[in-house]
């Protein structure tokens, strides 16, 4: 009896070290630790202190956005506009003769270019890199990222003559080629780590059923690394609407520039006054976008992050 015992007890041994560590790879991450950990209330009024925090800027901005002049410069300042107007983004179009609205066309244009260039370039090379082993692959993969750790602010001027080699000086396409080059290394990390988490026996099966490595990709692997795709698309729709520094080099032409940079120049008066009512207006058309976007898609964002990322 005791030698069956023994036997069944180093029968169960490796059953239960497998569970012990599957216990350890599904366990609640971090915060679910600290929430567990902590009473509800007290959860709530952390989580609702954090959102005052973040949401409090965009409410400051939109506040003063949808106030008169005479409101803007009333002290103690008043936290809700009394008489709400739109005066302040009509008056974009005219501070200075700007054509902010041309120039919020220009950043529409060269952002969603350079998203959708990024994309698919990453998504087809973090494909063969995650798929398509050769002598090298890895070594071809972490030279790609190392070229993310270097700050673009070091590389503008080599950028500069290069475009003004290739003639694409002063254009929004030089300045796209750019946007693309900053965001790509990044977004091939994400989708080279988002295929390399799906197992290889689909395209395989694809394969031998006679579809091809275009098709196999199209129908049965975007599907599932969407959020890394979904993910790609915001990380570089938002580092290209926002940018000011390349835009601020590499455009001389007032009619080229994109909206961050024309948000410097939005100034009236005699001395440069700045006319907060009008540049709140102009931010808040730089910021809702983003927020909007992120909003909608924030579940694939942290998916994507999730499986792609940090896997």
């Known amino acids: 009896m005791a030698d069956t015992a023994t036997?069944?007890?180093?029968?169960?041994?490796?059953?239960?070290?497998?569970?012990?560590?599957?216990?350890g790879r599904t366990k609640p991450g971090f915060l679910r630790e600290v929430r567990a950990s902590m009473p509800a209330l007290a959860w709530w009024v952390?989580?609702?202190?954090?959102?005052?925090?973040?949401l409090y800027p965009l409410f400051v901005m939109l506040s003063m956005a949808l106030k008169?002049?005479?409101?803007?410069?009333?002290?103690?300042?008043?936290?809700?506009?009394?008489?709400?107007?739109?005066?302040?983004f009509t008056r974009l179009s005219s501070v200075q003769g700007l054509n902010v609205f041309g120039n919020l066309l220009n950043s529409v244009m060269v952002t969603l270019a350079a998203?959708?260039?990024?994309?698919?370039?990453?998504?087809?090379?973090?494909?063969?890199?995650?798929?398509?082993?050769?002598?090298?692959s890895n070594i071809v993969f972490f030279a790609i990222l190392a070229t993310f750790m270097i700050p673009f602010q070091a590389i503008i001027t080599p950028l500069f003559m290069v475009l003004k080699t290739l003639g694409l000086n002063n254009s929004l396409v030089g300045l796209t080629i750019v946007y693309v080059t900053f965001n790509l290394p990044f977004g091939l990390f994400i989708m080279r780590n988002s295929f390399a988490a799906v197992p290889g026996t689909l395209e395989e099966a694809a394969l031998v059923d006679g579809c091809?490595?275009?098709?196999?990709?199209?129908?049965?692997?975007?599907?599932?690394?969407?959020?890394?795709?979904?993910?790609?698309?915001?990380?570089?729709?938002?580092?290209?609407?926002?940018?000011?520094?390349?835009?601020?080099?590499?455009?001389?032409d007032q009619d080229k520039f994109t909206l961050p940079v024309t948000l410097t120049l939005v100034t009236s008066g005699q001395f440069?006054?700045?006319?907060?009512?009008?540049?709140?207006?102009?931010?808040?058309?730089?910021?809702?976008?983003?927020?909007?976007?992120?909003?909608?898609?924030?579940?694939?964002?942290?998916?994507?992050m999730l499986n792609g990322a940090l896997k």
């Open 7 to 23: 036997a069944r007890h180093a029968r169960t041994a490796p059953r239960a070290s497998a569970r012990a560590r599957d216990d």
């Open 46 to 54: 952390v989580c609702l202190c954090l959102a005052v925090a973040f």
């Open 68 to 88: 008169g002049p005479v409101e803007q410069a009333q002290i103690p300042p008043t936290v809700f506009p009394h008489a709400p107007t739109l005066d302040n």
């Open 115 to 136: 998203t959708v260039l990024t994309v698919v370039v990453a998504t087809l090379a973090g494909y063969a890199l995650a798929r398509a082993r050769f002598p090298g």
């Open 212 to 252: 091809g490595i275009l098709r196999a990709l199209r129908h049965i692997m975007l599907p599932i690394v969407m959020p890394g795709v979904i993910t790609t698309a915001l990380l570089t729709f938002f580092a290209s609407w926002n940018e000011f520094f390349a835009a601020l080099i590499l455009l001389t």
């Open 272 to 304: 440069g006054t700045v006319n907060w009512g009008a540049l709140e207006a102009g931010v808040a058309l730089t910021v809702l976008p983003c927020v909007v976007i992120y909003v909608l898609l924030q579940r694939y964002y942290v998916s994507g």
